[in-house]
């Protein structure tokens, strides 16, 4: 099927610690990922994307990894903030599918202070 | 100044009402998008347009049509409304796929 990864999961993190959300894509021909923040009330905002030549790509505070043998891209942010809680998508793109992007089904971030 | 804006951010009507949203985009972009967001938070695509174009058009009701009157402005008319077309609406740009996409703040539709 189109759907890629979670099915909103909550991951509940102490300020301070590294976050991890993980989730599975459907297509191995999936050739560009892309996480995406989603506060409460706002729309999908940008954070990092990555494409399948790629294995790692940093940013500021935030981590993404591909790995394509397993079909399985994560997130991981360090020194999680409270202004990191939110839901956070994945969402994959293939060229077949007319260049479209799939989302997953986020995964809720709840930050403890 | 906002980027991608959406007009209104809350909709409320009655089933069988004929709505639009309308969505603008000042980054210059190719490309414009509409979204909808159910309940679980579950985003899927409906349309896309490039320059004007029609690309992208998902398996969606003919009861949604978008209109594009320009590469800055992508509108959703939604005929007959239904309960089940109570969701978010979000509309997004970007320059040409499949590059990162910007999300306006969202148009909350509820069907009564």
């Known amino acids: 099927g189109e759907s890629v990864g979670l099915h909103l999961p909550t991951l509940s993190v102490q300020e301070g610690d590294n976050s991890i959300i993980n989730c599975a894509y459907s297509n191995s021909a999936s050739d560009y990922f892309i996480w995406y923040k989603q506060e409460s009330g706002k729309g999908p905002q940008f954070i990092i994307d990555i494409r399948s030549n790629m294995d790692k790509r940093q940013g500021q505070r935030v981590t993404v990894l591909l790995n394509k043998t397993v079909k399985h891209l994560s997130l991981q942010i360090a020194a999680t903030q409270p202004g990191d809680s939110a839901v956070y998508f994945c969402?994959?793109?293939?060229?077949?599918?007319?260049?479209?992007?799939?989302f997953g089904g986020g995964t809720r971030v709840l930050v403890k202070p | 100044d906002t980027a991608v804006s959406q007009t209104p951010k809350y909709l409320v009507t009655q089933m069988g009402n004929d709505k639009s949203i309308k969505c603008e985009q000042n980054?210059?972009?190719?490309?414009m998008y509409w979204y909808k967001q159910d309940s679980k938070k579950f985003l899927k695509i409906m349309f896309s347009y490039n320059n004007k174009e029609l690309i992208i058009n998902e398996t969606v009701p003919n009861r949604f049509s978008p209109k594009s009157p320009d590469k800055a402005h992508l509108n959703l008319h939604i005929n007959s409304l239904e309960l089940g077309d109570s969701a978010v609406y979000f509309c997004?740009?970007?320059?040409?796929?499949?590059?990162?996409?910007?999300f306006g703040p969202g148009t909350r539709l509820t069907v009564l």
């Open positions: 997004a740009s970007s320059q040409g796929p499949p590059n990162e996409q910007f």
């Open positions: 969402a994959e793109k293939f060229k077949a599918a007319g260049n479209k992007l799939t």
């Open positions: 980054l210059g972009h190719d490309t």
